[in-house]
Structure formats: structure tokens, C-alpha cells
């Protein structure tokens, strides 16, 4: 197809033609790369509208700043006679700053900044100083009513880094529990079972959506076919069973290296797991409203009777959870968020007031009336957890 | 063909000019949880660290053995410079445990100057632990509420990747010029800790811009490397050198990689759309 020179006989019409589509194309690019050179000019100048705040003789000048949310490009000019640095305070936490700012000379900080009223600093340690107001803009108010992605990077990180303890202290755990069941110890060995259980709680919400990993581990033999006798009756209340009902290690040791096996690929499967924002509440809810629908009534932990230390451990953990989401929550959902955190100490109350003085009592010691008490106040965590997606624009 | 090559390269030109941005726009938010949940336990664990050296560092102090209190000072502050993109959130702690004498009125006579320098300024400078014991209870308190704090902080994300920068200005402000221990003369302990701290951010996100961003990738890999070779010449059996033994072609070398990784590490931010 290609128009090679030497051609014998020209065809002047398509030729006219494709010079014309050649013209065409080429304007095409120039135009396409003046849009390109507009575009990527398109990112404001960072000095063009800065605010110039001067330090000399120990106070910023000016010494009250407002300005609007979202960014803005701050010049530091030092006429002071010493290298300072700059800061934007809010609290004691330092939100910006600008570290060793000759003497005569002056730098520049950019900053993004939420509503609020800010402090910042005018040189030496000890000087006063000065007030920065971020004023709310519809940019600030429309962000603060639906947070993007990235205002849950810095929650979700956290939440990996509660899972990776929590998963950590579980293996470790579990690793003692197989070497006490091993050497026959039972007192050791139900210690052991103890502290490989409350991790495990912890993390429940999250735990919970492998299922293979949660039959395995968490099996109650009411569930299964077969009761006690079920071969897929493993994992920890299999376990619980030995130790507790039999008061003996015998015949644990092949469970035992199975949950140990288990709890590790767990721990490996939640390092891997790329949560969503919306599966921290959705989580949350689903653990809850399965204790207020079956666990608090039936109970879980038939031969230890430590149901209790369970609860407590469920809630701690979607505590921890929520907790993450604060920072997000109190802009955009205020109301639901202090509910939640309503229902939540509701709970702790209700669990504390059923502690004694060595702990939880035995399940067992808990009658059909106490358990609908704290069944009613699970019911309403689970109602309030399942209103926080909808109201932060996760759903 | 050449017709359908340009007419496509056209095309091509224009819709790259449609939506510049978001062909930049390649990270997820969701590809950076790992990565700063891995940094969150690296300070933790540097922050604990920090604990168990102070005590040790501060129990020297308090029992007047100015020689072991001394050969501790390098070695205890390095946990702290690694996790100083972090630390320095805290203003009020920041302050009490690293202010330097400049940052205060009347330098090193003010009495809220206090921490690491005011307790190096009477090791060093005076030979003597007479006195420090109140800085030395005040330090070990301060690291320990930092400690505790940073346990209850959620890493700001920009902070986290803006701190790979952060730490290696610091040390082109600071280090290079040999001001930052004065007294003591270990500032290549300081830097160590600081080029560690940058590195590690470096390498915690490198997997998420390797493929996108291969030549920058290897640009600053080759500065890091350049900056380790270069200070492993003045290891020591327990640690680094003392500063003024940093020759000049050295102090040069040092000087212009440190700063090419500050203006390089700048751009991760924008990288890994954190602007």
C-alpha cells in the first residue's frame, strides 16, 4: 500500500486527497498538542495568589490569617535574626511546616486545609502565636457530606495494622496452645486456649468473611450433622471440648495442628485482603446482629462457659473499628456516628456490670432473662451500625 | 498506512490532551493501605525502640557515668531521626525532646531548653552529668507519651509519603552542615537514622510506581546506594565516626546525592496522587 517515489503511474486524486488527510492529521496533532500544553498549564501557579506572613521581632505578620478551605500557597519571609521554621498547629499536632528558613530569606508551603481555627508558629519556641481560620467553602462542605476514597487510606491502614497485631497474637497463641496440648499440660493448655480466643474475637467481623478459614476454625457442633461425633467438628471448640468437658489434652494433638495450620493461612489471607471502606461497618453489623439473633441466646462456648469474654472481645474489636472511622464519620455522618458510639458504651456497661471481681462469670450462671437484656441492647448496635454506610455516602 | 499512523497519533494527541490528569492517576488509594500499615509498625517499632534506649541512655545519665551516658547518646537517637516525618507531628514533644538551643531565647541558659541537646550540651560540652538528672526523667517521660501516642495516631497518608523527602532536607539542612550535634560531633549517627527512615518509605511504595516509573525508580535507587557506600566508610565497631572526620570529597559526594534524593523524593507525592 505504501506510495513508494519510482511509482509509474500516479494517481493525482487520491494523491490530492491524502495530502489533504495529511494536512488534516498533522493540524490535528498540532492542535491536539497546544490543547496538551493548555491543559497541563492548567495547574494553578503556586505563588501567583499566596499569602505572605513575615516574621520579625518574635510575631508573624500578619497575625490573624483567614482563609478558605482546600489549598493554599503560604510565603514565609524570615526578617528575623535566626533560621526558624514554620508551623501550622492544630492542637499540639503539627498539620504543615516548613523547617529551617535562612535569616533575609523566604520559603514557600503549600497546604490543604479543612475548616477549623489553627494556631501558627512566629519563630522561637517560646513566641507567641498566631491565629490561622480556615473558613468552610462548597468544595470543603460537599467533601465533609461524602468523603472520597482517600479520606479512608489513613483508616483502612490502621485497621491492617489492628488485624496484623491481632492475627499475630493469634498465631503466637495458638503456637502455645499446641505445645501444651503436645506435653499434655491442661492448665497450660487452656490458658493458652484463652489467649489464642480473644484475638480471634477481635477480629471476628473481618475474620468471618473467609468462610472455609470460619468453618474450620469456629465450628459450634450444634450446626453440624453429626454434633460432637461430625468430622467437621474442628477448630477451637473442639479443642474446648478436650480441655474442658474431658479436662484432658488426649486426642487434641491432630486438632490442634490443624487450627495452628488454619490460624496461620488466616493471618496470611487478611495481610493480603484489599478491604472496601463500606466493609467496616457492614462487618461490624453482621457480627452484632448475629450475637443479638442467636449467639447471646444459645451461647457459643458450651463446655469453657466463657461466652462472656467472647462478647466482650466482639466488642472491643468493632469498637476499635468504629473508632477508625471518627475522623471521617464526625463531618459526615455526626448523628449516626454518635449513636453508634451511644450503643457501643451501652453494651460495655451492660457486659461490665455482669463482670465480677475474677472475671466474667460462667455462661451458664447468666438466666434467659439477662441474656434478653443484653440481646435488646445488641439489637440496637446492630440497628445503628446498619444505618452508617447510608449515611456517609458508602452505599 | 502513514495516513492511518498519523491520523491515529492525532487522535491519540487529543485525547491525551482531554484527560492529562488522570492518565497520571494510576494509584489507587486502595494501593497504598499496605504499604503505609507496613510504615505504622515500622515506627512502632522504632518508637518502642526508642523507649528501651532512652531508659538505658537516661539511667547513664542519672547515674553520673558520663562516659557510658556518652557512648550511648549516638546510637540511642537514631530510632528517633529514623520516624521523624512522624515524631515531629507532635509540636510540643517534638520540642521538648530535639529543640536545639537556637530555638530558644537564651539558647542554651533558657530553661525550656530541654531533650537530647540540652543533656549532650552538659555531656559534652561540660564534661559533666551534674544536673541533667531532672532533663534525664523529663526525656524519658517525653518518649514514652510519644510512644504511647503514636500507638493512638492514624498516619496522615501524605505525611507518610511526603516524609521520604522530609527526612533527606533534614539532613541536607542539618547534618551536612554538621550542625544539628554540635556538641557531640555524631551527626553521621543522625543521618544514618534519617537516611534509613527515607529509605524504607522509599522502598514501601517503590512496588506501586516500579512499572510506570522505572527511570525514576532507578535514579533515586542509585542516590540511596551512593549515600549508604559512602557512609559505611566511617562505620565504626559501635557505630560512625565522629563528624569532623568526614573528609571534603566525601562531605561533597554526600552533599549533592542528599540533594538530588530531597528534590527527587518531592515528586512521590504526585505520584502516587497524595497532592
Known amino acids: 500500500m505504501s506510495q513508494s517515489a519510482g511509482s509509474a503511474s500516479p494517481r493525482p486524486a487520491s494523491q490530492r486527497l491524502m495530502k489533504l488527510a495529511i494536512v488534516g492529521a498533522a493540524a490535528l496533532v498540532v492542535a491536539g498538542s497546544v490543547a496538551f500544553y493548555i491543559a497541563s498549564k492548567g495547574v494553578k501557579s503556586p505563588s501567583s495568589d499566596a499569602i505572605m506572613v513575615t516574621i520579625k521581632e518574635g510575631a508573624c505578620e500578619p497575625n490573624a490569617i483567614t482563609v478558605p478551605a482546600g489549598r493554599s500557597t503560604f510565603t514565609i519571609v524570615n526578617k528575623s535574626d535566626r533560621a526558624l521554621e514554620w508551623e501550622i498547629l492544630d492542637g499540639v499536632m503539627v498539620l504543615e511546616e516548613r523547617e529551617n528558613i535562612a535569616p533575609g530569606f523566604s520559603q514557600t508551603l503549600q497546604a490543604k486545609l479543612k475548616p477549623g481555627k489553627y494556631e501558627i508558629t512566629c519563630g522561637l519556641l517560646n513566641n507567641p502565636r498566631g491565629t490561622l481560620h480556615v473558613t468552610p467553602s462548597a468544595a470543603s462542605d460537599a467533601e465533609a457530606a461524602r468523603p472520597a476514597l482517600l479520606a479512608y487510606l489513613g483508616p483502612l491502614a490502621e485497621l491492617q495494622v489492628f488485624l496484623a497485631t491481632q492475627t ?14 503436645k506435653s499434655g499440660d491442661v492448665d497450660k493448655a ?14 471476628a467481623a473481618m475474620a468471618d468473611q473467609f468462610a472455609d478459614l470460619h468453618n474450620a476454625i469456629d465450628p459450634v457442633a450444634d450446626y453440624l450433622e453429626k454434633r460432637e461425633q461430625d468430622p467437621g467438628f474442628t477448630g477451637f471448640h473442639r479443642i474446648e471440648q478436650g480441655l474442658y468437658a474431658g479436662n484432658s489434652t488426649e486426642g487434641l494433638t491432630l486438632a490442634s495442628a490443624k487450627l495452628l495450620a488454619d490460624v496461620t493461612a488466616l493471618k496470611e489471607r487478611m495481610r493480603g485482603l484489599r478491604i472496601q471502606p463500606e466493609q467496616i461497618a457492614k462487618g461490624a453489623g453482621r457480627l452484632i446482629a448475629s450475637l443479638a439473633d442467636t449467639k447471646i441466646a444459645t451461647g457459643i462456648d458450651h463446655y469453657a462457659q466463657t461466652d462472656l469474654a467472647d462478647f466482650d472481645a466482639n466488642i472491643a474489636g468493632v469498637a476499635r473499628m468504629m473508632t477508625l472511622l471518627k475522623p471521617v464519620a464526625v463531618s459526615a455522618a455526626p448523628q449516626v456516628f454518635a449513636d453508634i458510639e451511644a450503643r457501643l458504651g451501652d453494651v460495655d456497661v451492660a457486659l461490665k456490670t455482669l463482670r465480677g471481681q475474677d472475671g466474667f462469670p460462667a455462661y451458664d450462671k447468666i438466666n434467659a432473662e439477662a441474656r434478653k437484656a443484653l440481646t435488646a441492647k445488641m439489637q440496637l448496635l446492630a440497628q445503628a451500625l446498619g444505618k452508617f454506610n447510608a449515611a456517609i455516602g458508602l452505599e | 498506512m502513514k495516513l492511518r499512523l498519523l491520523l491515529s497519533a492525532s487522535l491519540f494527541a487529543f485525547t491525551a490532551a482531554l484527560a492529562p490528569r488522570a492518565a497520571l492517576a494510576e494509584v489507587s488509594p486502595l494501593d497504598l493501605v499496605q504499604p503505609i500499615a507496613d510504615y505504622k509498625i515500622y515506627v512502632s517499632e522504632n518508637a518502642e525502640k526508642l523507649v528501651a534506649d532512652t531508659k538505658a541512655f537516661t539511667d547513664a545519665v542519672k547515674a553520673g557515668d558520663v562516659d557510658k551516658a556518652k557512648a550511648l547518646f549516638g546510637s540511642t537517637r537514631m530510632s528517633y531521626e529514623a520516624i521523624e516525618p512522624i515524631a515531629e507531628l507532635f509540636s510540643d514533644l517534638d520540642g521538648s525532646i530535639d529543640s536545639r538551643a537556637d530555638d530558644h531565647e537564651n539558647s542554651e541558659k533558657d530553661p525550656e531548653f530541654t531533650g537530647f541537646h540540652r543533656i549532650e550540651y552538659g555531656l559534652f560540652a561540660e564534661n559533666s552529668a551534674k544536673d541533667l538528672a531532672p532533663f534525664a526523667d523529663q526525656l524519658m517521660a517525653d518518649v514514652t507519651e510519644l510512644n504511647k501516642r503514636i500507638k493512638d495516631l492514624t498516619l496522615p497518608p501524605e505525611k507518610v509519603v511526603g516524609g521520604a523527602a522530609t527526612l533527606m532536607e533534614e539532613v541536607a539542612a542539618t547534618k551536612i552542615s554538621g550542625e544539628e550535634d554540635r556538641y557531640s560531633h555524631t551527626d553521621l549517627w543522625d543521618f544514618k537514622g534519617n537516611f534509613d527512615g527515607s529509605r524504607k518509605i522509599f522502598d514501601l511504595v517503590r512496588p506501586l510506581i516500579e512499572k510506570d516509573e522505572s527511570a525514576f525508580v532507578t535514579k533515586v535507587s542509585s542516590n540511596f546506594d551512593a549515600v549508604e557506600t559512602t557512609l559505611a566508610k566511617y562505620k565504626t565497631a559501635d557505630g560512625y565516626e565522629l563528624y569532623d572526620k568526614l573528609t ?7 552533599a549533592a546525592a542528599v540533594n538530588t534524593l530531597a528534590e527527587d523524593l518531592s515528586t512521590l507525592r504526585g505520584k502516587l496522587g497524595l497532592n
Open chain 2, 248 to 254: 571534603d570529597d566525601d562531605r561533597k559526594v554526600l
Open chain 1, 190 to 203: 487452656k490458658a493458652a486456649y484463652q489467649d489464642a480466643r480473644q484475638p480471634y474475637q477481635q477480629i
Open chain 1, 168 to 181: 499475630n497474637a493469634l498465631v503466637k497463641a495458638t503456637l502455645a496452645l499446641d505445645d501444651a496440648i
